[in-house]
């Protein structure tokens, strides 16, 4: 049973992703491994971006309707049955579907835990024979970009993506009507990006790369939605 899963990871997962890091590589000029990365997390997220702005919208239907969820939420004269059913009639009629809406998240974590694998063994010779015939062996890879061996940690990149990150947590925190209660929700914009730098600490640097170029797409994404949005109308009274 181990070796089918595997075999099945190998061959549907790790080798296309590793060739097409490989590939890209090849094409890169340099050729650079960190620009490898950049245009491989922008690719992830222009092939997903359907989800994406689909999350957007899920999420601000969501801020919408929150006060009505949190005064159901607050109601202590009926059971949580009742509770979950008339959330539930305020949500349904949205189209939530949460699994959708984490599509891309998903997408990037697969393709994380693949970047790690090549960045252990398939930069190395070692590696090699998992290339396919149509992608050009690229001899020796090197991982020096930007001033940092993206093989390696880097508490500079970790910091910057850490930073990011909360940049993008504090406008979505901001962008809610109504803050939550809770020490999670209060602290959100905090909590994440301090976990995340503490786990890049002692990952591989590409995943920072990877990280940053992703959540500034994020912001480009967002910024675009924002200020497209029509703005209403000024209506004069006679």
Known sequence: MLEFISNAWTEALYRP?????????????????????????????????????????HEKQLIQVQPAINRIEKDNTISSREKLAKISSITKPLGVNPILSSVPLFAQVIFLGVLYQIIQVG??????????????????????????????????????AAGILLAERVWEYNEKKEIGGTFAQKWDPLIWPVG?????????????????????????????????KPKPANVIGG
């Open 123 to 160: 930069i190395y010779s070692d590696g090699f024979g998992n290339l396919y015939q149509v992608v050009s062996h690229p001899g020796e890879i090197n991982t020096q970009s930007f001033g940092f061996n993206l093989a390696h940690p880097s508490i500079i990149l970790a910091l910057v």
């Open 17 to 57: 992703i590793y060739n097409l890091v490989i590939f890209t590589y090849n094409l890169s000029p340099g050729p650079s491994f960190g620009l490898t990365i950049i245009g491989l997390a922008i690719l992830i997220r222009f092939l997903f971006l359907y989800f994406t702005l689909l999350g957007y919208k």
């Open 196 to 228: 995340t730098f503490i786990i890049l600490l002692v990952l591989p640097s590409a995943k920072a790369v990877f990280l940053i170029t992703s959540v500034v797409f994020s912001f480009i994404i967002k910024g675009i939605v924002h200020f497209s």
